[in-house]
C-alpha cells in the first residue's frame, strides 16, 4: 500500500507536471514538422483534423530546395556563424585572460567596458550602425555581418571565459614561469588546456547567438543570394499577403537542425555555459 | 671567411637591458595590452563609435542618402508630441512585465518539477531547453501559424470541444495580439530560467531540507525558509538579465505582428525600427532607440551594482 502512495505522489508531483512542460515546451517544435508534411489539402482545409498527418508528403521540402536559395542561406549562415564565433573567441580570449588573471593599468576600466558592452543591447546601436555600413560600402555583403555579430559575440566570449580563467590556481601558471615558460606559452600551454569546457562553452553559446542574430542581418541583408536562413525564410517565403506555409515549415525545421546537432553533442557545455552568468557569480 | 658556430665567436652573454620585444612580452601591463589591444579596438570602432555616432545622428534631420540637418532635440520633442510614442511606450512596459512575472513563475515551476531524481532527467533538459536555443524567428514562423486566423489550431481545438462557436483573430485583434506576442516571449524565455533556478537549486545540500523537515517545518516552509533564500541572487540575476534583452526585443513582435494591428504591439524596437528603416528617417529612429537608454542604464547599474555585492 505505501508502494501505491509513494506512486500516487510520484504521478501527481512529477509525471503529470512533466508532462504539461514537455507538451507545452515542444508543441511548436511537432507543429512544425507535421505541417511541413502535409500536403497543402490537408493544411488549408477547416475540416480535416489537423493534429495529425493523413497523407505526409515531402513536397515542401522539394520545392524549399528547388524553388528558393534555401541551400545558398544555410551555406551563408553557417559560414558567418562559424567565422564570427572563432573570431570571437580568439579575441575574447585575449581579453579575457589580462582582465581575470593579471595586474595592470586601466583594467578596471575594461572590465567595466566589457560588461557594459555585453549588456547594452544591439537595439541602441542598429540604425547608426546601418549607416556606417552603408558608407563603408558594404551593404548586401555577408563581411557587413562577419563585422557586426562580433559586437554581440566578444563580450559575452570575454564575460564567460573570466571566470572559468580565475578558477585555474596561480600556483599552476608559476610552476610553469619559474620553469622558464614566457607568460603567453603558461596561457597557451596551461591555463587554457585547464579552461577547454569553458572555451567549448562559450563557443557553442556563440554558434547558437550567431545563428539567433535576425536584425543585423535582416537590415544588411538585403539580396536572396546574401542572405541568412531565418531572413531568407521570413522575406521570400512570404510575399504579399501570401504565405508559402509548407515550405515556411520545412525551412523553420531544417533552418533549426544545425544548432540542433550541435546542442545535442554539447548540451552539458551549453548548460554550463548559460548558467556560469547566474549560478557561479 | 670562416664560418662556424655563431656562439664560438661570440662572448659570454650578457643580460640585455633594453627592451626587446621578448622581454616588453614579459612585463605584466605591456602583455597585457598587447592581448587586450585587439579586442578593445574592435568594440571601440563597432560598439562605442556607433553609440555616440547614434546620439549624433539622433539630433539630425537625416533622411537615408542625404546630408544630415542639425535639429537639436527636434526629434526627441516630436515624439513626446506623439501620441504613438507613448502608446509605444506602454506597450513594452506591459510586455516586458507581463512576460517576465509569467517566466519567473513558470521558470520556478519548471525547475521545481525537474529538480525531483527521475530516469531520463538529462534527456528531459535537453529538450526543455530547445526553445530557446533554436533561432527565435525560427520558432515564430511555427507560432504564426498556431495563430492563423484561418486555420489556427488553437481555434480549431477550442471550436471543436465546444468552447466558443467562432475561432478568434489572434493577430488582427488589439488585445488578442498582445497576448500572442506575450505567449511567445513566454514560451521562448521559460527554459532560460528553469534551467538557470534548476542549477541553483542542484546546489542546495539534501542536508539542509532533512534538518528543516526534523525541526517540523512543512514543505512550504522549507520552500520558503531553505529553498527560497538560497536561489535569491540567481532569481534576481536571471529576472534582471531577462527583462534587459525583452525591453530590446525584436524578432517576435517583428515576425508575429509588424507591431500591429494599428501600432497595438509596436514596441521600442519595432517602433525605431519602422521610423529608422522602413521610412528612412535615420534621426527620428535613432532618437526612438535612444529613448529606451535611461530605462536601460537603470537596470544595468542594478544589475552590475547587485553582481558586485554578491
Known sequence: MVGAHRLGTRIVRLYIPLAVCMVLMLFPFYWMLITSIKPNRELYSQKVMPLIVHQPTLKHYYDLLSETNFITWTYNTLLVAVVTTVVSLILGTMMAYPLARLKFPGAAVVAIGVAATYLVPQPLLFIPMADIINRLDLGNTLTAVMLTYPTLLIPFCAWLLMGYFKSVPRELEEAARIDGASRFQAMARVVLPLCTPGLLSAGIFAFTLAQNEFLYALIFLAKSDVRTVPVGAITELIRGDVFYWGQLMAAALLGSVPVAIIYSFFVDYYVAGLTAGSVKT | ?310
Open chain 2, 1 to 310: 671567411m670562416a664560418v662556424g658556430p655563431a656562439s664560438v665567436a661570440r662572448p659570454a652573454p650578457v643580460v640585455d637591458r633594453r627592451a626587446s620585444p621578448r622581454r616588453v612580452l614579459e612585463r605584466e601591463g605591456a602583455f597585457s595590452w598587447i592581448m587586450l589591444a585587439p579586442g578593445v579596438l574592435f568594440l571601440l570602432a563597432f560598439v562605442a563609435y556607433p553609440f555616440f555616432y547614434g546620439i549624433y545622428l539622433s539630433l539630425q534631420d537625416r533622411p537615408v542618402a542625404k546630408p544630415g540637418l542639425f535639429v537639436g532635440l527636434a526629434n526627441f520633442i516630436n515624439l513626446a508630441h506623439d501620441a504613438v510614442f507613448w502608446q509605444v511606450t506602454r506597450n513594452t512596459f506591459l510586455y516586458v512585465a507581463v512576460t517576465t512575472v509569467f517566466k519567473l513563475l513558470g521558470g520556478l515551476a519548471m525547475a521545481l518539477v525537474m529538480n525531483q531524481t527521475f530516469r531520463g532527467r538529462n534527456l528531459t533538459r535537453a529538450f526543455l531547453l530547445l526553445p530557446f536555443i533554436v533561432p527565435t524567428i525560427l520558432s515564430t514562423i511555427a507560432w504564426m501559424w498556431i495563430f492563423d486566423p484561418t486555420f489556427s489550431v488553437i481555434n480549431w481545438t477550442l471550436v471543436n470541444t465546444g468552447v466558443v462557436a467562432k475561432g478568434f483573430s489572434w493577430l488582427g485583434n488589439a488585445t488578442l495580439a498582445m497576448v500572442a506576442i506575450i505567449i511567445v516571449n513566454t514560451w521562448r524565455g521559460i527554459p532560460f530560467y528553469g534551467i538557470s533556478i534548476l542549477a541553483g537549486l542542484q546546489t542546495i545540500s539534501p542536508d539542509l531540507y532533512e534538518a528543516a523537515a526534523i525541526d517540523g517545518a512543512s514543505i512550504n516552509q522549507r520552500f520558503w525558509y531553505v529553498t527560497m533564500p538560497i536561489i535569491k541572487p540567481i532569481l534576481i540575476i536571471v529576472t534582471m538579465f531577462s527583462v534587459i534583452f525583452t525591453f530590446a526585443d525584436f524578432q517576435i513582435v517583428y515576425a508575429l505582428t509588424h507591431g500591429g494591428p494599428a501600432n497595438a504591439t509596436q514596441v521600442f524596437v519595432t517602433y525605431a525600427y519602422d521610423l529608422g528603416m522602413s521610412a528612412g528617417q535615420l534621426g527620428m529612429g535613432a532618437a526612438a532607440a535612444l529613448t529606451m537608454l535611461p530605462a536601460l542604464v537603470l537596470l544595468i547599474i542594478g544589475l552590475t551594482l547587485y553582481l558586485r555585492r554578491e
